[in-house]
């Protein structure tokens, strides 16, 4: 097995502090503190860290579409669909994380301009996918709602981010698996 590169360790380390603490709230210090290394070793791959931000916001999009991929090749029907993506945030919030893109959303104010069409294209890119598998859904009969696919897939992922702060802040993971049985369970 092949090691992983001192840049992805940065990341990793990154990631997981972003994902449960904020990005605002920690330093290149704190991930040399973690990984036992300089900071010197940190500024070497990312200058600064909105260099660091922009990376893991790219790195992180990229792997939730690979996710998505996966579950639309392996995953048979829309309500298993839209059950196995539920699965991804609630694997999140097992870790004591919650999705790196909603913490940055929470911070959009405070993010450089450069991140924010990465953001945005996030968002845009879940609820695609959602309203894609919503649709096929309601074509085959599996799902029943009022309204466009489009406007239920923005009600499903708001609810599934904001279910995901909620659960964290009340340290309640069964907070968050009602929820997402819930909102799987309305559109049968």
């Keep these: 097995?092949?090691?992983?590169?001192?840049?992805?360790?940065?990341?990793?380390?990154?990631?997981?502090?972003?994902?449960?603490?904020?990005f605002n709230a920690f330093s290149y210090a704190d991930i040399a503190t973690e990984l036992g290394i300089r900071k010197a070793s940190i500024h070497y791959y990312f200058a600064s860290k909105h260099d660091l931000e922009a990376e893991l916001l790219e790195r992180y999009r990229v792997g939730f579409i690979a996710e998505l991929n996966s579950i639309e090749a392996n995953v048979v029907g829309s309500s298993n669909r839209l059950k196995h993506y539920t699965q991804l945030y609630l694997n999140t919030l097992k870790n004591n994380r919650i999705?790196?893109?909603?913490?940055?959303?929470?911070?959009?104010?405070a993010l450089p301009e450069e991140l924010t069409p990465s953001l945005k294209s996030f968002f845009k890119e879940h609820v695609e996918w959602l309203e894609k598998i919503m649709n096929a859904g309601k074509v085959d009969g599996e799902l029943s709602f009022a309204?466009?696919?489009?406007?239920?897939?923005?009600?499903?992922?708001?609810?599934?981010?904001g279910g995901l702060l909620i659960a964290n802040a009340m340290g309640d993971e069964a907070v968050f698996s009602k929820l997402s049985q819930s909102i799987v369970a309305q559109l049968k």
């Design 1 to 22: 097995m092949q090691s992983k590169s001192t840049r992805d360790l940065i990341l990793d380390c990154a990631q997981g502090l972003a994902q449960s603490l904020g």
């Design 99 to 109: 999705c790196l893109c909603g913490m940055m959303a929470s911070d959009v104010g």
């Design 147 to 161: 309204g466009s696919a489009q406007s239920q897939a923005n009600v499903f992922l708001a609810a599934l981010q």
